[in-house]
């Protein structure tokens, strides 16, 4: 399948869209340079016109997902109220801190403290719901969840609804936040696992169908397979685990769903024709022209049995 | 899409009944029992009455895994599949669940909390990932597209919509369709915080409604191609088609439905379109009706206008309560079931409906005639989701 791709958000703790495109320019990017937060910094700018009280009802988890939205429709330009607009939200974790603080609120202050803004807080289209009401969106609103499955899954689905005619564009969103109970565990067990997240992020693409005329990002095209197909000069592996080459992890940290910063992060690398390579030890980054070729990225699929492929072109 | 999207079984398990025929026998019976709540404990001065299926094994690790695999075991039977032809074919798994199985996980968390010894790798796993369409999958050594919608109270519709969307695509050639929720703590005392809980049987569309009563269970469609069915020469297996499904958001308010109903409006209209209908076939709507004041004046508003004051409307909440991500695939079940019996139930034990929300329920059994039914689900974020469901000729 394909869709065309026009524009994009990024939230995460390299920065938005804007400050990974200068990041690129440099020709190399050391790992200990970057930001070492697992979180990400949340500040709408004014031109979104999203209306401070809207805001504050929104968790962090819904901030991310609405203010990536936000950076994409800027950058698309798209009017949301002149045009069929659907919403599909992805998340491998989904609302965790508003989820743990309701189970906290439980367990500390009784079974009839609970506070009805944490519950309705932690229902898991809450980020997908503050998205419509932030940008007067009316059309499908789909969130979902399926592991390493989700971008996948997500843009099937985008793809399903622009062929049919549902609508002409998607807002498509994939992130994951992370939770100081991940800190926790890993102090309370002792362990250095790498099934634990690091760091959070959210990814908005705004997709329409693959003939469409303009496109500023050009062609994403998805498909998966049964077997590994060998890696290839401009692909790189996106999984989850560092053991299997989650090769960019080391700029945007570990989270789940880091495979959507990563397919965006390739269609800005075509678009700049500049494609950060990792050293073999790992500690830096160098950054070198393309010459218009096609990037992909590969992850793993959620029943371990299949492999996700991406591939960013131009047509 | 121009393909068919037949649906050749069809499996359920609520308070109802543990079965489909158990629970049209319990419908056109008008038998319901809400009850104090038993596996859950917890301390409130006073006691909100859930439809909660009894015999339960509270120890089992994931309650809404099972009420799942105990009606796709239902659904796969009727519909003549067994698990080889699973394994062949292009399927699909899309199941919604109002929080992915996540408020089940209270007791985990509490250990975790204690630091009792639970490894990093098991809480990960299994406090964040309630991705239950993937569970269901492996069960049966499936290979294909595993989604789990959580859309709140309109995921169980919202699953057998995109689960025909994936079948008109020819994206697989059958896909396992439903939704499925256990009543957790959280939930019980979420919804109680949020003050849309009554304390008494759940009355859709009464003048003294006051609120919802909380329910748990699962319904699983069998969706299949056209191609799939000739392929294993199962045209007979037919119960009926998925016609038409739409969804769309009010962007109104977090909780609140739009005093209007135009995202309902919107739904109900391009459901029908895709089905190529028009308001005059629709036999009858199972209303997404859950009791609470707000939902009940603006669903009832919208289908007296859309239909017609004189629309036959069914609620069948008042039967299994409010099963959240559950609700729309047990109410697509029952809309099937009523088509095919020609009747759709009676409400229960009461006949002062509110003149406000424009429908009359049926107070006693009620024959219907025709060929299509809407089933309804209004959910938390302004979601409007919509199913046309034809019956076999």
Known sequence: MKLAVNGIGIVSTLGTVDSIAELLQQSQISVASLASSAKVSLNFPSEMNIPGGLVRRMSHFAKMAVLSAGYALVDSELDCRAKRVGIIEGSVYGPITSGLKAFDELIDFGDDKISPTTFSGSVFNAAATYLSLAFGIQGPILTQTAGADTLYNSLTMASLWLESGMVDYVILGVGDEFADYFSDITATNGSNSKSLPTSEGWTTLIVSRADAEKTAYGQLEFDYSEQFVAQTENQINSFWNEDFGGEWNSLRGAYPAGVAFDVALLLLARKLQRFPRQSADGSEYSVSDLNGEALSCCNHAESGKAFFYYRCSAR | ?393
């Open chain 2, 1 to 393: 899409m121009s393909t068919e999207c037949y649906i050749t079984g069809v499996g359920c398990i609520s308070k109802a009944g543990r079965n489909v025929s158990e629970m049209m026998s319990c419908l056109y019976g008008g038998h319901r029992s809400p009850e104090v709540p038993q596996r859950m404990i917890y301390k409130l001065p006073k006691h909100y009455p859930v439809f909660e299926i009894s015999g339960v094994d509270a120890a089992i690790d994931n309650i809404s895994l099972h009420f799942a695999e105990i009606a796709t075991a239902e659904a796969l039977k009727q519909s003549g599949i067994d698990e080889r032809l699973l394994q062949q074919k292009k399927v699909g798994f899309v199941l919604g669940s109002s929080s992915g199985c996540f408020f089940n996980k209270e007791e985990y968390y509490g250990q975790h909390r204690q630091a009792d010894a639970i490894s990093a790798e098991y809480f990960a796993d299994v406090l964040f990932k309630g991705n239950i369409a993937h569970h269901l999958a492996e069960k049966y050594a499936a290979h294909g597209m595993c989604l789990t919608i959580s859309n709140a109270c309109a995921s169980g519709t919202d699953a057998i919509g995109l689960g025909s969307q994936l079948i008109k695509s020819g994206e697989c050639d059958i896909v396992i369709a439903g939704g499925c929720d256990e009543l957790a703590r959280m939930v019980y005392l979420g919804f109680i915080s949020l003050m849309n809980t009554s304390e008494y049987p759940c009355k859709p569309f009464s003048a003294t409604r006051s609120g919802l009563n909380l329910g748990e269970g699962a319904g699983i469609c069998v969706l299949e191609s056209a191609a799939s069915l000739e392929q294993r020469h199962g045209r007979e297996r037919v119960l009926g088609t998925i016609a038409g499904y739409a969804t769309c958001c009010d962007s109104y308010h977090v909780t609140a439905p739009e005093p209007d109903g135009r995202g309902l409006r919107t739904a109900l209209a391009s459901a029908m379109q895709q089905a190529g209908l028009t308001p005059s076939e629709i036999a009858f709507v199972n209303a997404h009706g859950t009791g609470t004041t707000e939902n009940d004046k603006v669903e009832g508003k919208v289908l007296a206008d859309v239909f017609g004051s004189d629309v036959v409307v069914s609620a069948t909440k008042a039967y299994t309560g409010h099963t959240l991500g559950a609700a729309g695939a047990l109410e697509a079940i029952i809309s099937l079931q009523c088509l095919l019996n020609g009747q759709i139930p009676a409400v229960p034990d009461y006949d002062d409906f509110d003149p406000e929300c424009r429908v009359t329920l049926a107070c006693s059994n009620r024959r219907i005639e025709g060929q299509y039914a809407c089933s309804t689900s209004l959910a938390f974020g302004g979601i409007n989701s919509v199913l046309v469901i034809g019956k076999t000729k």
